[in-house]
């Protein structure tokens, strides 16, 4: 009887094996908190701990400690609800038919690739070239499957793309070493206005480095023998997240961190949305630590995740070691003592008192692109002499030309001493090697910033929309946390009054203080988008600001967190293509009832196409905003409405033509490739 009685619950256990644990007959398995390992020749102690101590990484030690006041039951059913959500890697699909939308690609590799693609997608032109690499190097055979949309109204694609990438390294026949890697275009249609463009990973930045022409508005019909640029990669971007574990891992907003390696050091502050921060660095070993002041004084580093190594003293030691992305988690908590004192208000208490010498950014400086006559100097701190920061974007020929001029207008208007910042995300070379001969000549003091647009920020494709985006949604972690006031203007603008006014403007505890629209051009009242539909109803009688001139407390800007509001809302309205026309206008205007605008009185911007003619003599700034009745060429209008313009232009000219380095197109000018390359 016992003997039938055993055989019946070894029966019943063999048939809940393999019905419910898929455990057939005459394997062995493992059932650990709800995960079952099988099939196994045998199970060993050691097999039963490895499984023991995977299952516990995997989760079931934090659902323990969570939820303490449960059996072991429930626990292993939760872990085991959790685990169905776990991403499928590897999805199978029935043989799919080649007759009529397939092309077979026959090789020998030992992998074979099955390619479904919508041959007018983004996506298409990237995949292909890879897809031709490896087919290349032996290690595919290849089925393609066009699966395009059925119905269109436009062309989804508006770009000529090539992807940079070779099956083998290739060496020069002169001294053997590795030769550069590059791409042609070829057949493209002569009279078509381009721009050249790159897409590369999001940790790299990537400039220009070489080439006479204008990226930004390529005519095949105005060169002779093609155009061509070279790029360099600049810096590696860390980027990571900064948040306090023992405050329910809030992000640990306005902490400030250095990144040092030699005598190369960079540093940040970290945004309230995610705790976000990012630095460039290179490869090799870099040291981050709590920057001198408040953040020392009041935290301490006790943990990191990542790429990086807690060391003696709270310093975190990160390795750079290839071109991937570098992300790191950084775990800072107040010091005992510590917790009734807030960062961002002793940032700001402290700003108050320090010279412009420091900074965020300051690092740029000590790099030797903060230039004086060409040398680097200290800035003063006597607030009678205080300096003027001035800040603008420019990408393109024509708009750096404008840019010289608008250089010209202020610094012919100041008194005191001006510092301009300039974007160098989208500057070409030309402009960026003049820089010494312009502030030598002009007598300012010029310094690039630059920033890469965080990963989990909602992108923009058009290099247009990216700059509007630049304009607003990183002021203050762009700028030395040591600058109070800074002044935005437009490339295309002239100024004719003293910017010292504008600095010392009361903005009556607001950010920034724009200049609102014109209102006394009534030919105009059709484009007046503002006053009717959404923007009438939004604005409930608050006037919609233009964005070619306006001023930023950055104190204030930082202490009400206007960035991090600023970048949330972005994010949501972003998401529709429709929404942000004007991105770097639309944004803050939309904002103005969490973040308030200051008015600006209106002779602070006049534009012809708004404004009356009247109202031009009592202008502090000219804007050569485009005009959509007459669309009259931008040189054409700067000329026509402002004879100073000219003048400024004639000196900028004389200014570049003396430079000794002056860049010329070369003779024997040609891309970087000469041999034939497969188009996509």
């Not at 249609?189 to 400039?207: D, G, K, R």
């Not at 200049?515 to 503002?530: A, I, Q, V």
Request: proline content about 5%.
């Amino acid at each position: 009887m016992k003997q039938w009685y055993q055989r019946r619950v070894r029966g019943k256990h063999s048939a809940v094996a393999h019905v419910v644990l898929h455990v057939t007959p005459g394997n062995t398995g493992i059932l650990c908190n709800g995960r079952v390992v099988t099939p196994l020749a045998r199970a060993s102690p050691e097999d039963i701990k490895l499984v023991e101590t995977l299952e516990l990484r995997s989760g079931a030690e934090k659902l323990k400690e969570i939820m303490t006041e449960y059996s072991s039951d429930v626990i292993m059913r939760a872990a085991s609800l959790l685990r169905r959500q776990e991403p499928v890697k590897r999805i199978s699909f029935p043989e799919l038919k080649v007759e009529h939308s397939a092309a077979v690609v026959p090789g020998d590799g030992p992998f074979q690739v099955e390619a479904v693609l919508d041959p007018l997608s983004a996506g298409a032109q990237q995949i292909s070239q890879i897809l031709h690499v490896l087919h290349s190097a032996g290690l595919i055979t290849l089925r393609i499957f066009l699966n395009p949309i059925d119905k269109l109204s436009e062309i989804p694609v508006k770009r000529f793309y090539r992807y940079v990438l070779e099956p083998e390294l290739r060496f020069k026949r002169t001294d053997g070493s590795v030769d550069n890697i590059g791409s042609r275009f070829t057949d493209l249609l002569p009279h078509l206005l381009l721009t050249m463009s790159l897409s590369t990973p999001i940790n790299w930045m990537v400039a220009s480095t070489h080439s006479p022409y204008d990226l930004d508005n390529i005519r095949l019909n105005d060169v002779e023998q093609g155009v061509y640029a070279e790029y360099g990669l600049e810096y590696l971007v860390i980027e990571g997240h900064s948040h306090d574990p023992t405050r329910y891992n809030n992000p640990t907003k306005g902490l400030q961190y250095d990144l040092v390696s030699g005598d190369t050091s960079y540093d940040t502050i970290v945004m309230a949305n995610l705790g976000y921060f990012q630095l460039k660095a290179g490869p090799g070993l870099w040291t981050l630590s709590l920057r001198d002041g408040p953040s020392k004084e009041i935290y301490q580093i006790t943990g990191v995740e990542g790429p990086g190594s807690l060391q003696e003293g709270g310093q975190v030691l990160v390795t750079v070691g290839d071109l991937t992305s570098t992300f790191i988690t950084v775990e800072a908590s107040k010091k005992e003592g510590m917790s009734h004192r807030s960062i961002s208000e002793e940032n700001e208490s402290q700003n108050a008192g320090n010279s412009q010498g420091s900074g965020i950014w300051s690092s740029i400086k000590k790099a030797g692109n903060s230039i004086v006559g060409g040398e680097t100097k200290e800035e003063k701190t006597d607030n009678t002499n205080e300096t003027i920061n001035i800040f603008s974007v420019a990408s393109g020929h024509l708009y750096e030309r404008m840019l010289g001029v608008m250089m010209q207008s202020v610094l012919a208007n100041t008194k005191n001493p001006v510092k301009f910042w300039f974007l160098k995300n989208y500057l070409s070379p030309k402009f960026i090697n003049s820089v010494p001969t312009i502030a030598k000549e002009l007598g300012c003091e010029i310094e690039f910033v630059q920033y890469q647009w965080p990963s989990w920020l909602n992108s923009q494709t058009e290099k247009q929309r990216i700059i509007w985006g630049y304009k607003i949604l990183f002021l203050d972690v762009l700028f030395p946390m040591s600058i109070k006031k800074i002044i935005f203007v437009d490339a295309d603008q002239i100024v004719r009054a003293d910017m010292k006014e504008l600095i010392d403007l009361d903005l009556k505890g607001a950010p920034y203080g724009y200049t609102p629209f014109c209102d006394d051009r009534p030919e105009m009242d059709g484009f007046r988008f503002w006053k009717q539909g959404y923007w009438r109803n939004h604005l409930m009688g608050r006037a919609y600001h233009i964005s070619a001139l306006y001023v930023v407390d950055l104190q204030k800007f930082r202490l009400i967190s206007a960035g991090d509001r600023l970048r949330g809302q972005y994010q949501g309205l972003s998401q529709d293509p429709n929404s942000l026309a004007n991105l770097d206008q639309d944004l803050p205007n939309n904002m103005i009832h969490h973040v308030p605008i200051f008015s600006l009185p209106q002779e602070w911007l006049w534009c012809e196409t708004w404004c009356s003619d009247s109202s031009k003599r009592y202008a502090k700034t000219i804007d050569l905003c485009n005009n959509p009745m007459t669309k009259e060429p931008k040189l054409d209008r700067a000329m026509r409405i402002a004879p100073e313009w000219k003048e400024y232009d004639a000196k900028l000219k004389k200014i570049l033509d003396n430079k000794s380095d002056k860049e010329t197109v070369p003779e024997s000018s040609k891309p970087p490739h000469s041999g034939s390359h497969s188009e996509l």
